[in-house]
């Protein structure tokens, strides 16, 4: 269902057109009239709020046009807590001057004042009004903004104009602290590496989190860049507190993913006291850093009616108003207020479900930079690709310079562009000295002056003979900690340890083509050669002769009609059909209740990753002799699941093991294929245990419970370790329920912090 808006009178705006043709306020038709307003996106579409058709969108904006700032803040889309939360942020008396602006006065305004006099509006614009006035702008009036307003980080020029700065993502499929180190050596060798050191961790276990925190923190200290820029290792936030009370100093700035509302949030086990609490805590140089991304609320099932673009609104101004919280906790220590906070916009990570094509995803980039920005936030990009969206290698290139255009502060960068953990594709060292090079963009100035004393770049900003050449800053690395070996030894040593990491499936860019800016070409033949790959992957699918492997498989089957359908349609994954659904249940009976763990296994994103030689059958065996050693009681039947995600499994769960009266906990093991483009052929193992009451509760059994260990092959995390880790997370899971009685007698859990991060769930889903 789409959204037709043919009868726009002249001069009407949205609340005239609504009680014109309802008769009174009718919340769902405004939410149709802002999502028809939107620029075309699949995300969208799903939700039945796209526009009909151009002459539908061009009417839904001409009512906002015409709307008052003020008749906006007083008809939110919805409301919920974290609503009232940013809107105390607001200055109140910027508020009430601006009430009488139409959104097309405060589009106009945009475009033609001052950046001083735009910047004294901002703190009167509510989040849903500038969502509501990116609508209304084309791609060039959203460059054109942007690239006229801008808020560098404290002390830096990051953010600043004219500066593209980078976050190095020196992501490891087994979180081995070489391949993160040698990743950020291989960064600084193309002067590429300024905002922050920032790693995605396999594991959010606070030991595995400590060393790599660890492991950043010692180049920041080795180099004498502590003061300069942070590091953070982006687990659940609760997890870097931990890790910081335990190791004090060792952790940088902290990072959490947020949503656009409390229920979203709930998914990433984020609540508005913990953040507010959080905020509180961060008084020191560095403070919290965010990241987003359009569609996230709607695919996890929280969308509330609203279009995509007012929920990634709301994000931004959640992080405003956490933002002035860690300025008041600067200032209650004592110190200036100067909050380091920064938003990573990471688009396109969810996939076509979202949108789909290389125009949307530019249309998405410009419309978050610019919200980010009007909401008085410093903004990067992730301008990331799924290797199931319309966008190729190719295609990245001209989405990146659209996007520039529109002056984000800072974009990801990674030896090629292809991240070798969460198989997507996103900007390379070589995309960086590519646009600085052509549009004469800079990095930060103390950066550029260490990439100066290692050697990489000479006094006027040339590229040396070192530039690219990783072993070059390793030995610089090694000097500064007092090496007094020779260069011709430290050297030997760096290469030995470079082809280690490449054994792991890490790439390393080492030197460069015919220009500074082109990837080695070898390396070139290497990354489009995973490209094509993930592409064959991505349309696999489970073959008879596998299945009849498992042994005592049921095959299930979710609601998507094929492949097509599973890729394209998430929602059809999510849920058995109706054949699937009534064997669990006689599955069920005749289990009698004997069982206690059940094992599910799905094809997902990359059916090979279950077919491998040396990935499935290793950790199955492995895993049910650890269960065994561990007194559960585990299901015969290995359940398997055709064109299956992560939630069509907690359906699983709940028909097999909902009841009421038992608060023994339930396990469900749900394996899993993950997105191809790393190469690995990976897979995931979901765990999921808590009592048969909560399983009892339909819907309660979500991500915010569930413990993930990602990355399974044989040329990663192997079958066998993961398998052993997996029994002792259950473990974890069931030692940490506890039962306390509700007020009307009912009970409910507490829970331990869940170490499923946003990023990897969504390559499921």
Same mark, same amino acid.
């Given at each position: 269902?789409?959204?037709?808006?043919?009868?726009v009178?002249?001069?009407?705006?949205?609340?005239?057109?609504?009680?014109?043709?309802?008769?009174?306020?009718?919340?769902?038709?405004?939410?149709?009239?802002?999502?028809?307003?939107?620029?075309f996106?699949?995300?969208?579409?799903?939700?039945?709020?796209?526009?009909?058709?151009q002459?539908?969108?061009?009417?839904?904006?001409?009512?906002?046009?015409?709307?008052?700032?003020?008749?906006?803040?007083?008809?939110?889309?919805?409301?919920?807590?974290?609503?009232?939360?940013?809107?105390?942020?607001?200055?109140?008396?910027?508020?009430?001057?601006?009430?009488?602006?139409?959104?097309?006065?405060?589009?106009?305004?945009?475009?033609?004042?001052?950046?001083?006099?735009?910047?004294?509006?901002?703190?009167?614009?509510?989040?849903?009004?500038?969502?509501?006035?990116?609508?209304?702008?084309?791609?060039?009036?959203?460059?054109?903004?942007?690239?006229?307003?801008?808020?560098?980080?404290?002390?830096?020029?990051?953010?600043?104009?004219?500066?593209?700065?980078?976050?190095?993502?020196?992501?490891?499929?087994?979180?081995?602290?070489?391949?993160?180190?040698?990743?950020?050596?291989?960064?600084?060798?193309?002067?590429?590496?300024?905002?922050?050191?920032?790693?995605?961790?396999?594991?959010?276990?606070?030991?595995?989190?400590?060393?790599?925190?660890?492991?950043?923190?010692?180049?920041?200290?080795?180099?004498?860049?502590?003061?300069?820029?942070?590091?953070?290792?982006?687990?659940?936030?609760?997890?870097?507190?931990?890790?910081?009370?335990?190791?004090?100093?060792?952790?940088?700035?902290?990072?959490?993913?947020?949503?656009?509302?409390?229920?979203?949030n709930?998914?990433?086990?984020?609540?508005?006291?913990?953040?507010?609490?959080?905020?509180?805590?961060?008084?020191?140089?560095?403070?919290?850093?965010?990241?987003?991304?359009?569609?996230?609320?709607?695919?996890?099932?929280?969308?509330?009616?609203?279009?995509?673009?007012?929920?990634?609104s709301?994000?931004?101004?959640?992080?405003?108003?956490?933002?002035?919280?860690?300025?008041?906790?600067?200032?209650g220590?004592?110190?200036?207020?100067?909050?380091?906070?920064?938003?990573?916009?990471?688009?396109?990570?969810?996939?076509?479900?979202?949108f789909?094509?290389?125009?949307?995803?530019?249309?998405?980039?410009?419309?978050?930079?610019?919200?980010?920005?009007?909401?008085?936030?410093?903004?990067?990009?992730?301008?990331?690709?799924?290797?199931?969206?319309d966008?190729?290698?190719?295609?990245l290139?001209?989405?990146?310079?659209?996007?520039?255009?529109?002056?984000?502060?800072?974009?990801?960068?990674?030896?090629?562009?292809?991240d070798?953990?969460?198989?997507?594709?996103?900007?390379?060292?070589?995309?960086?000295?590519?646009?600085?090079?052509?549009?004469?963009?800079?990095?930060?100035?103390?950066?550029?002056?260490?990439?100066?004393?290692?050697?990489?770049?000479?006094?006027?900003?040339?590229p040396?003979?070192?530039?690219?050449?990783?072993?070059?800053?390793?030995?610089?690395?090694?000097?500064?900690?007092?090496?007094?070996?020779?260069?011709?030894?430290?050297?030997?040593?760096?290469?030995?340890?470079?082809?280690?990491?490449?054994e792991?499936?890490?790439?390393?860019?080492?030197?460069?083509?015919?220009?500074?800016?082109?990837?080695?070409?070898?390396?070139?033949?290497?990354?489009?050669?995973?490209?094509?790959?993930a592409?064959?992957?991505?349309?696999?699918?489970?073959?008879?002769? #596998?299945? @009849? =492997?498992i042994?005592?498989?049921?095959? &299930?089957?979710?609601? /998507? $009609?094929? +492949?097509?359908?599973?890729? !394209?349609?998430?929602?059809?994954?999510?849920?058995?059909?109706?054949?699937?659904?009534?064997?669990?249940?006689?599955?069920?009976?005749?289990?009698?209740?004997?069982?206690?763990?059940?094992?599910?296994?799905?094809?997902?994103?990359?059916?090979?990753?279950?077919?491998?030689e040396?990935?499935?059958?290793?950790?199955l065996?492995?895993?049910?002799?650890?269960?065994?050693?561990?007194?559960?009681?585990?299901?015969?039947?290995?359940?398997?699941?055709?064109?299956?995600? #992560?939630? @069509? =499994?907690?359906?699983?769960?709940?028909? &097999?093991?909902?009841? /009421? $009266?038992? +608060?023994?906990?339930?396990? !469900?093991?749900?394996?899993?294929g993950?997105?191809?483009?790393?190469?690995?052929?990976?897979?995931?193992a979901?765990?999921?245990?808590?009592?048969a009451?909560?399983?009892?509760?339909?819907?309660?059994?979500?991500?915010?419970?569930?413990?993930l260990?990602?990355?399974?092959?044989?040329?990663?995390?192997?079958?066998?370790?993961?398998?052993?880790?997996?029994?002792s997370?259950?473990?974890?899971?069931?030692?940490?329920?506890?039962?306390?009685?509700?007020?009307e007698?009912?009970?409910?859990?507490?829970?331990?912090?869940?170490? &499923?991060?946003?990023?990897? $769930?969504?390559?499921?889903?």
């Amino acid at each position: 269902m789409s959204v037709s808006l043919r009868d726009v009178l002249t001069g009407e705006d949205v609340f005239g057109y609504i009680h014109r043709v309802q008769g009174s306020f009718d919340s769902r038709l405004f939410q149709r009239i802002l999502g028809a307003a939107n620029a075309f996106k699949e995300g969208d579409e799903a939700l039945g709020i796209a526009a009909a058709d151009q002459d539908s969108r061009a009417n839904a904006r001409a009512l906002l046009a015409r709307t008052r700032l003020g008749d906006l803040h007083s008809h939110p889309p919805f409301e919920d807590r974290l609503h009232a939360f940013m809107m105390e942020a607001l200055d109140v008396e910027e508020l009430q001057r601006l009430e009488d602006w139409t959104l097309g006065q405060l589009k106009a305004y945009l475009l033609s004042a001052d950046e001083a006099d735009v910047r004294g509006i901002l703190g009167g614009l509510g989040s849903d009004v500038i969502a509501c006035v990116v609508k209304l702008m084309s791609d060039a009036e959203l460059k054109a903004v942007g690239s006229r307003i801008f808020h560098p980080l404290p002390g830096s020029n990051l953010g600043a104009k004219g500066y593209l700065g980078a976050r190095l993502q020196p992501n490891s499929p087994t979180d081995h602290p070489d391949d993160i180190r040698w990743q950020v050596f291989n960064g600084w060798s193309f002067a590429v590496g300024d905002v922050v050191l920032g790693t995605n961790p396999v594991s959010s276990a606070p030991e595995s989190v400590a060393a790599v925190e660890a492991a950043l923190h010692d180049l920041l200290v080795t180099f004498g860049l502590t003061e300069v820029m942070p590091h953070c290792v982006l687990s659940h936030i609760d997890v870097q507190a931990k890790v910081e009370a335990l190791r004090p100093g060792t952790t940088g700035i902290w990072f959490q993913s947020l949503a656009g509302n409390e229920a979203a949030n709930r998914t990433f086990d984020v609540t508005l006291e913990k953040m507010a609490e959080h905020a509180a805590s961060r008084t020191g140089r560095y403070g919290l850093y965010f990241e987003t991304g359009q569609g996230a609320d709607a695919t996890n099932g929280h969308h509330f009616g609203c279009d995509m673009l007012v929920h990634e609104s709301r994000k931004y101004g959640f992080a405003r108003a956490l933002k002035a919280r860690v300025s008041l906790a600067q200032l209650g220590a004592g110190r200036t207020p100067a909050p380091w906070v920064h938003v990573n916009d990471v688009a396109g990570f969810i996939g076509p479900e979202v949108f789909r094509t290389r125009e949307q995803l530019v249309r998405c980039c410009l419309e978050d930079i610019v919200m980010g920005k009007l909401h008085g936030l410093m903004i990067g990009l992730d301008v990331c690709s799924t290797l199931h969206m319309d966008v190729s290698l190719d295609d990245l290139t001209w989405c990146l310079e659209q996007v520039v255009e529109a002056a984000p502060g800072y974009l990801m960068a990674l030896p090629t562009r292809n991240d070798p953990m969460l198989s997507y594709l996103t900007t390379s060292f070589q995309d960086h000295v590519r646009l600085r090079e052509k549009r004469g963009l800079k990095v930060d100035d103390r950066m550029w002056a260490f990439f100066q004393s290692l050697g990489v770049i000479d006094e006027a900003g040339r590229p040396t003979e070192h530039f690219g050449d990783p072993a070059w800053v390793y030995l610089q690395y090694r000097r500064r900690k007092g090496d007094e070996r020779s260069d011709a030894s430290i050297l030997e040593e760096a290469r030995s340890e470079m082809a280690a990491v490449r054994e792991r499936g890490v790439p390393l860019a080492v030197g460069h083509g015919e220009t500074p800016w082109e990837l080695e070409p070898s390396l070139e033949r290497e990354l489009r050669a995973l490209y094509e790959d993930a592409k064959v992957g991505l349309w696999s699918e489970l073959t008879d002769s #596998v299945v @009849a =492997g498992i042994p005592e498989a049921v095959m &299930l089957r979710t609601c /998507a $009609e094929d +492949r097509r359908d599973y890729i !394209l349609h998430p929602p059809s994954g999510e849920r058995l059909d109706s054949a699937s659904e009534l064997a669990v249940r006689m599955l069920r009976l005749r289990h009698e209740g004997r069982w206690d763990a059940q094992i599910l296994i799905s094809d997902g994103l990359d059916a090979r990753s279950l077919m491998d030689e040396g990935h499935l059958h290793p950790f199955l065996t492995e895993l049910r002799r650890e269960l065994d050693a561990a007194g559960w009681k585990v299901a015969p039947e290995h359940l398997v699941l055709k064109h299956g995600r #992560v939630r @069509a =499994g907690y359906q699983v769960g709940e028909l &097999l093991f909902g009841d /009421a $009266e038992e +608060r023994a906990p339930r396990a !469900l093991i749900h394996v899993i294929g993950e997105r191809p483009g790393s190469g690995h052929h990976a897979f995931s193992a979901y765990l999921t245990a808590p009592s048969a009451t909560t399983w009892g509760r339909q819907g309660r059994a979500d991500h915010d419970i569930t413990r993930l260990i990602a990355g399974i092959s044989d040329t990663s995390v192997r079958p066998e370790a993961a398998a052993r880790e997996a029994v002792s997370l259950l473990a974890e899971l069931t030692a940490t329920t506890r039962m306390k009685p509700l007020a009307e007698g009912g009970v409910t859990e507490l829970r331990a912090v869940p170490q &499923l991060r946003a990023e990897p $769930e969504l390559a499921h889903r």
